[in-house]
């Protein structure tokens, strides 16, 4: 039967067969079309499956278990001036109110870690509008930790609904 020049390699004398030469050793390794498209869907599911897998999500609100007025305790639950706002586009303290451009989440060892992009307008002068970053660490026990960055970060408490 006719070999195909498509499937032969020059000077190689077995069809279907890639023919190599290493340090004197020669090598035999199995070519085929089927062979091709297996690597490249191997390929491609690591690479899918990578970006699947992927350390940060970005959200375009708060995530609901987060929403709420949180306080530094349950004592300054009823003090404006040290309880901040949180609900699924807004961020709002007595100095400021924020809205939510997006809400990036990283897996962290203890559990999610949140950094909310805002765009904030000052109470005191509303036409002065600045963009903050604010990371926001929470755990299941109606606490969170919230600040500018992590050397920053300061222990609050959900307030109770009134």
């Known amino acids: ?7 032969r390699r020059p000077g190689c004398r077995h069809p279907g067969l890639e023919h190599g030469v290493a340090s004197g050793v020669e090598l035999r390794v199995a070519h085929s079309a089927g062979h091709t498209m297996r690597t490249i869907i191997a390929f491609a599911s690591a690479l899918l499956s990578s970006a699947a897998l992927a350390d940060t999500v970005r959200h375009v609100t708060v995530p609901e278990r987060l929403w709420g007025t949180w306080a530094p305790s349950a004592d300054l639950c009823r003090d404006n001036k040290s309880t901040f706002v949180v609900s699924a586009k807004g961020y709002v303290t007595s100095q400021a ?8 989440e990283t897996a962290g060892a203890d559990g999610p870690i949140y950094s909310a992009h805002m765009r904030c307008a000052s ?27 992590f050397k920053d970060l300061k222990s609050y408490r959900l307030c109770p609904t009134n």
């Open 123 to 149: 109470r005191a002068e509303p036409q002065e509008t600045s963009e903050v970053n604010q990371i926001i660490v929470s755990n299941d026990r109606g606490q969170l930790s919230a600040g500018p960055d």
């Open 97 to 104: 109110n924020c809205a939510i451009q997006w809400v990036t």
């Open 1 to 7: 039967m006719p070999v195909s020049g498509r499937n």
